[in-house]
């Protein structure tokens, strides 16, 4: 019934805005260092929290063991799931007017996806830390899944991934970018986010649009404003609404 609703609904809308968290990416088998197992994990083997890790003091205090982490959780071989692909087909059909994303996996441009506002940047591009030079960012991976450090190729500088590590603020103008595609869809679907990580949650209320619809597996502290809820598997949600014969793009 509520497929049926939504699908409906993503018919009839033009300006469809999506808002991402974590749940997206961990359907392509993207580890969540943020959920109980990446947590329990971390603590355990490096005796601190993903937090401290991934945090701008640390980085620059213990480079290697900022690199270890990053390794473990942020370089994979994933691949898009049905959330990422259907966003790319609601897009190229002129439904979808941009992704905002919580992930740095990339996952969404991988898809297709041309209109997607990172809002804690990507784990795929790095800046020098000396020269500030942007580098080739194939190559640092492949640095830091051979387990070296990333080191930048002009000057010999540590390089530093272009994602937003605790204590920084997040990119220039980003967050404007994501309040102004809120502010002007139509239709906002959240999902895969328990909407807990700041400023996520305070992005929505700049919504005016029809219908504000949130899908995640377990309950968010939106869900009483929402029109529309469902609990269930982001990808599995997007595959039944693009295959239903309202929207009919798969
Ligand atoms: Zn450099």
Same mark, same amino acid.
């Given at each position: 019934?509520?497929?049926?609703?939504?699908?409906?609904?993503?018919?009839?809308?033009?300006?469809?805005?999506?808002?991402?968290?974590?749940?997206?990416?961990?359907?392509?088998?993207?580890?969540?260092?943020?959920?109980?197992?990446?947590?329990?994990?971390?603590?355990?083997?490096?005796?601190?929290?993903?937090?401290?890790?991934?945090?701008?003091?640390?980085?620059?205090?213990?480079?290697?063991?900022?690199?270890?982490?990053?390794?473990?959780?942020?370089?994979?071989?994933?691949?898009?799931?049905? /959330?990422?692909? #259907?966003? =790319? +087909?609601?897009?190229?059909?002129?439904? !979808?007017?941009?992704?905002? %994303?919580?992930?740095?996996?990339?996952?969404?441009?991988?898809?297709?996806?041309?209109?997607?506002?990172?809002?804690?940047?990507?784990?795929?591009?790095?800046?020098?830390?000396?020269?500030?030079?942007?580098?080739?960012?194939?190559?640092?991976?492949?640095?830091?899944?051979?387990?070296?450090?990333?080191?930048?190729?002009?000057?010999?500088?540590?390089?530093?991934?272009?994602?937003?590590?605790?204590?920084?603020?997040?990119?220039?103008?980003? /967050?404007?970018? #994501?309040? =102004? +595609?809120i502010a002007n869809a139509?239709? !906002?679907?959240?999902?895969? %986010?328990?909407?807990?990580?700041?400023?996520?949650?305070?992005?929505?209320e700049y919504f005016k649009g029809k219908?504000?619809?949130?899908?995640?597996?377990?309950?968010?502290?939106?869900?009483?404003?929402?029109?529309?809820?469902?609990?269930?598997?982001?990808?599995?949600?997007?595959?039944?609404?693009?295959?239903?014969?309202?929207?009919?793009?798969?």
């Open positions: 019934m509520s497929i049926e609703t939504l699908a409906k609904w993503v018919s009839e809308s033009g300006r469809i805005v999506f808002f991402g968290g974590a749940g997206v990416s961990t359907e392509s088998g993207i580890k969540d260092y943020r959920s109980q197992d990446g947590l329990y994990t971390t603590v355990k083997e490096y005796g601190i929290s993903p937090e401290v890790i991934l945090s701008h003091t640390f980085f620059f205090e213990k480079p290697d063991v900022f690199y270890d982490f990053y390794r473990r959780f942020f370089i994979s071989d994933a691949s898009p799931n049905d /959330a990422h692909k #259907a966003l =790319a +087909e609601l897009e190229k059909a002129g439904k !979808l007017s941009s992704v905002i %994303t919580q992930n740095i996996d990339g996952l969404h441009q991988k898809a297709g996806s041309e209109a997607v506002i990172e809002l804690h940047g990507t784990a795929l591009e790095f800046l020098c830390t000396k020269c500030r030079e942007k580098t080739d960012g194939t190559k640092a991976v492949k640095a830091i899944a051979e387990d070296a450090m990333p080191m930048c190729p002009l000057c010999g500088g540590l390089l530093k991934p272009k994602v937003v590590l605790y204590e920084e603020p997040l990119y220039d103008g980003v /967050a404007e970018r #994501a309040i =102004a +595609e139509d239709m !906002l679907i959240v999902g895969g %986010t328990s909407l807990a990580v700041y400023p996520a949650a305070s992005f929505v219908h504000l619809v949130l899908i995640n597996k377990s309950e968010t502290p939106l869900d009483q404003k929402a029109d529309l809820v469902i609990h269930d598997s982001i990808g599995k949600v997007m595959r039944a609404v693009l295959e239903h014969p309202e929207v009919g793009l798969w």
